[in-house]
């Protein structure tokens, strides 16, 4: 059955008592979602005490980015099996924010998706144009290469653990909104990539998740577009009645596609 997905990015916001207080001012509006999965990224310092308040409930761990090593000599970052042990079942990988400010390159990120797997962490794995290339016509090629390199790891039997964030940068934090057609067209196209690698029944169940300034406003519209499968939310994810009511909204969606 296809998994429709809503998952807050928190990036670097909120320390250890906001998020209690958070999840705790949301958590009972939230394990009412039946058919789609919540995914809250907190920050590193946030996960195990955000873990402690979800564990019991149907609302999934992730962690923001992780190493593509077990272990070593690399001050300030993080393993795939820490984020386990702290309760973590995915992990945002490829973010632009990553690529783009900490020069983050396809293999770099290839490498992580293949370790997060081999861990047991779903990955999250995010792609997506910059203004210039949208511009110059180039959107579907960025968004094949990045597609491309990272799956280029992902066998048919760990496809099915895996989860595409289609994020233009452009979109991502600015209030600029990519419209149902433009987020579709990439949808599509990454559907049909799948499609080709992994066969179209895997790929079909596959979730497609949008991101880059997504609000309860736009939502509604988004969501019903062909090959939106939920949400990856950074801004909004960190307002209580935001992120609920865009929860709400693609549960309801689910819900009455399914009638
Ligand atoms: P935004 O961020 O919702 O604030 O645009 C999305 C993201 O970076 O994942």
């Not at 429709?4 to 979602?33: C, T």
């Not at 992730?62 to 970052?77: D, I, L, R, V, W």
């Amino acid at each position: 059955m296809k998994q429709y997905i809503v998952a807050g990015n928190w990036k670097m916001h909120k320390d250890i008592p906001e998020s209690r207080i958070f999840v705790s001012n949301i958590l009972d509006k939230l394990i009412k979602q039946q058919r789609s999965t919540i995914i809250l990224c907190p920050p590193f310092t946030a996960l195990f005490n955000v873990y402690e308040l979800i564990r019991n409930t149907s609302i999934a761990l992730g962690g923001q980015n992780m190493h593509s090593e077990p272990k070593g000599a690399f001050t300030g970052e993080i393993s795939g099996e820490m984020l386990l042990s702290a309760g973590c079942q995915y992990v945002i990988l490829g973010h632009s924010e990553r690529r783009h400010i900490f020069g983050e390159t396809d293999d770099f990120i290839r490498d992580k998706v293949k370790r997060a797997l081999q861990v047991g962490l779903k990955p999250i794995i995010c792609v997506g144009e910059k203004l210039n290339e949208r511009q110059s016509g180039e959107t579907l090629d960025v968004v094949r290469r990045q597609c491309d390199s990272a799956l280029s790891v992902v066998n048919e039997q760990e496809i099915g653990h895996c989860v595409i964030a289609y994020e233009p940068v452009w979109a991502i934090g600015t209030g600029v909104v990519a419209t149902p057609q433009q987020a579709s067209e990439a949808h599509s196209m990454i559907r049909k990539l799948l499609s080709a690698k992994y066969g179209a029944e895997n790929a079909e169940v596959i979730p497609i998740l949008y991101g880059g300034s997504v609000k309860s406003s736009n939502a509604a519209s988004l969501i019903q577009a062909q090959d939106i499968d939920g949400f990856l939310i950074g801004g909004a994810s960190l307002i209580e009645d935001e992120f609920v009511r865009i929860a709400e909204i693609v549960e309801d969606y689910v819900k009455q596609r399914e009638l």
